[in-house]
């Protein structure tokens, strides 16, 4: 007797692209001072890399000193009488402490007239990962990949039986995800798939499949090509192409 095919209809997969788990993490931090002398040095990023790195703010003299502000570290000298509005506004003026760095009057802040005070070597804190969240891709329509393969090496040697080649595989090629939807051009998650491509910002997707088990293809991957199309008496669409970075993971 006959089985019935376990073949599954297309219609309900969905394909969805991560936050990076930025949006729900926090970042870390030093804050010292009170009331209006309150001021709060932070890492830009969200996450725990920005833990364990040293801000050292000594009050001396007359004059600004940067001994060091970089991606690992500050450490600053600033004159006795700055303000902590000042000494926020020397941060920004510097374009590595822009790139790395974030700076304001605390979590419960004042309003940043008071004199700052010093601060010893103290490592920031606080800074933890969140977890990813994936937001599905509207009105996709269809999908392709990611086409994996796997290259080939010639081994084939004067000991080769049979006069036949032989082969072994070497290097993994993760391949491309290609897919078609509906263009929506006010809709944010479409828009930030494009700001992803021209900014060369790498995402993970998440394939969920049809399957009553809801199977999963989690991979990352950066977005390589985006093709509108609008055509007479035809819904506007756009084509984009993935390129797969890493093996994807089946679950």
Known sequence: MPYPSEAVAGIGTILAVGDSGAGAGTVAAVEWGTSNAKIRIKWREAGVVGNGKNITVVVSGSSY????????????????????????????????????????????????????????VTATSGGADGAEVFTAIAEVRSLSGPNMSAAVIDVTNMESQNRTREFITSLIDPGELTFDLNFLPGNAGQQGLFDDMVAGTRRNFKITWSDEDASTWTFAGLVTSFQPSSALEEALTASLTVKVTGLPVWA
């Open 65 to 120: 000193v940067k001994t060091t502000l970089s991606a690992a570290a500050i450490s600053i000298t600033v004159p006795t009488s700055a303000t902590v509005a000042q000494v926020i506004a020397y941060l920004y003026a510097d374009e590595t402490f822009q790139t790395y760095w974030d700076a304001d009057y605390g979590a419960s802040p004042g309003d940043g007239s008071g004199t700052i005070t010093a601060r010893t």
